[in-house]
């Protein structure tokens, strides 16, 4: 399935690397998810059924928990912790921006209902700046 996938991004000019994260040997011998029989109707069965034999596992049958702790792991092997520590601040920083508007909504849409057209506030108006930046 890898090699399939890497393939066909291949095939659409896609310069990739595809990480098997699950479910690999190791981890059917860890988290024994149940077996299944291999499909012998396959063109790749004997290729499998020497490499495996005839048992195989599906993905699915993880617990959902565990393939999420799989995908975290590998996201968090890769991810620039400081970009990622810059991006956290932000995010918060402006869900408390939108926590404040939603708690004074109601002040807000009075302010912006107030506000001369754009044309008419002077430059040094704090919200000049406000106005100009909600794209008005």
């Known amino acids: 399935m890898t090699r399939d996938i890497e393939e066909r991004l291949a095939m659409f000019g896609a310069n990739t690397i595809v990480e098997r994260i699950a479910l690999n040997m190791d981890q059917v011998r860890q988290y024994n998810p149940p077996p299944n029989p291999a499909k012998v109707t396959d063109t790749r069965f004997k290729a499998y059924q020497r490499r495996y034999g005839v048992k195989s596992w599906e993905l699915d049958a993880l617990d959902p928990r565990t393939l ?18 810059v991006a956290v601040t932000k995010e918060e920083a402006e869900r408390k921006d939108l926590s404040d508007i939603y708690t004074r909504y109601q002040d807000v849409t009075a302010f912006l209902g107030d506000l001369p057209p754009v044309s008419m506030l002077p430059k040094r108006d704090a919200r000049y700046a406000f106005y100009r930046h909600r794209g008005a």
């Open 68 to 85: 999420a702790n799989l995908i975290q792991a590998t996201i968090i092997k890769y991810r620039d912790e400081s970009a990622w520590r």
